[in-house]
């Protein structure tokens, strides 16, 4: 089915961090394939030969009781419109403004018919300014919700910043998106295959961006923690299951300035259970936790071993909105384990702990 | 007319190669034309076939122009443009950088188009539009009132009806939360129906302003129709033809009027007959079916194809109700002759 659906891929970043380089770089490169660009603010994306529209950014909200659920309604409009034109696209790229809030953006990829019907949301990329990005977390709450929407990081101007620096901001964002692909990349210089056409909302493919996402876990459990963050008991428990820990634990001991706690910071939860999952338990669950918390809750990603199923089961969700499947199969003699990531606010870990334990087979 | 006397409909199919925006039939049903996605107008007669090349991109919103013998195209290149049953264009209003997805007329004379947040309306005879002001959204879809004077954009929130000949002057609104998508004034001129983003419709009784709600589409409803006696309002977005019944007391509490179940497919265009209580439903997957709403049945004009048939969108009766187009995703183009008995 996703064969015939073009694929979409959302650039989001704070103002500044080099949008319009990277999408001239995409563009400019001798790849063969046509794309559209659809721009919320016209910076200078010069390109011949390719399809770009801008839109004012349209924020509607649904009228179905989900207080969440937004939808950009330009996008809406310009994706119909796109359909419309005579020769194939091979992709669409969405460049959103610096303040742009990644959730509607994505949320339009799940809710209405037609867009899911003609495209499908392949990855969110989120550019991050090496050097300014801890400003950026101080003034500007879209810095950091682009970060934690994030399916693929360039952190860039690392030519601007020292390695230490880098090491700092880097720890930073593992903090707030373990799961993310990071590229280091200077004046946007990627290679475009690290970019689009990732399938980061293809639950058959879930794993290819974070192949580890299994493993980790409990190796990091006994080290330390920054006393800032153990204040926070939610902090805590997400710390002990990061296998991201490590590093920037270590960087919080000596540079505790680079994490300013504030109440309303996104952090992620993980939880893992050994063995398997009850799938009915879980559903009921899940579909709670998300109807009560999924305000708070940007992502979460799941993937999960149930008795008796020679496949994983595999679930993720934007917001309140979830999706799940049957994945990949366990290979033969694979330990099978099970594990749940929510990447929000204010979430009450041990709760979302408690509540996934309790769906143990 | 009845389902009886449509023995054997004359079918033929085009293929036109590009997303069919629109179809519409000049007022003596003579002249059929469909604009594309390639920026064409196709224009077939008995005389012959002609296509005219009259945007740089897509057209994007279609309408038969007042005059009864041309054509309003709206494209992605920023255009409104006529096109004669000759074949001959004129650029009406030229913003580059925006695309014109919304076009409407009245066949007394005013005919509008969307422009962002705006319409451009042209009054009876006038050369150049007048603006509204700024609806709070980018405008959805516009309709005229039976008798032409108002002109009524949806848009983010509801809709706004302005007078045409004082477009300058505050319009009067009429709200209900969410993003409405289409609106379709009853002929009688009694009610107003919008669709809307979460697959319901909406509509609001003008006198009062009391309105009412209609949920329980499979998909986002996408156009409306009403019969000529305004009694029944339709749309397409399920699998069969459903039908509200505005007659007495109007359709609340009252199950709507549901018949013509086919294949399961969703319908995705419908149009109704200028004078019975007839429709063209067009399907997701390429069919078409006339509904009898008198005989609650239905008849099937065009069978799906056996694969790969793509939704059928842009509908449309000649004024005698005797010939019907319709044009679909993928560039068929199909044209029924009904009055082969």
Redesign the interface.
Known sequence: MSTTQIPVTVLTGYLGAGKTTLLNRILSENHGRKYAVIINEFGEVGIDNEIV??T?E?I?????GCICCT?R??L???IG?L????GKLDGIIVETTGLADPAPVAQTFFT???VRAKTRLDAVVTLVDAKHFPLRLEDSREAEDQVAFADVILLNKTDLVSPEELKKVEARIRQINPYAAIHRTAKSAIDIAKVLDKGAFDLQRILTLDPHFLEGGHHHHDHDHDPATCTDPAHDHSHDHHHQDHDHDHDHHHHGEVNPKHADDIFSVSATIAGDVDPDKFQRWITDTLRDEGQNILRSKGILSVKGAVQRYVFQAVHMIADSTWGQKWREGEKRGSKIVFIGRHLDAAKLNAGFEACRE | MSTAEIKQPRVRTYAL???I?GVAFTRDGETLAAA????EIRLQAVAGTKTVKAHD????SFAAHPDGVSFLSGG?DGRLVRTTRDGETEELLKVP?R?I?VVGAHPSGPFACAV?KELRVWAKGANAPAATGAHP??V?ALDFSPDGSRVTAAH?GGVSVWQVAKPGERPRTLNW???HVQVRYSPNGRFLATA???N?IHVWRLSSGQDMQMAGYR??VRQLVWTADSRWLLSDAADCFVAWDFSGKGPEGQPPVEFGFGDGAVMTGIACHPASPFFIGGFENGGVRLGDLDGKRELVLREPPEEDGKPVRAIAFSSDGWRVAAGA?DGTLSTFDLKTA
């Open positions: 529209v801008g004012d349209e509607f909200e649904m009228n179905n939808v309604g330009d809406i409009r310009t419109g359909m419309k034109r005579a209405d018919d037609e | 190669g590009a997303y925006a594309t996605g390639a920026g991109g897509a057209v994007l992605d950088g695309w997805e962002g959204s980018t959805t983010y939360k969410g993003s809307t983003q979460d319901a998909t986002k995703e």
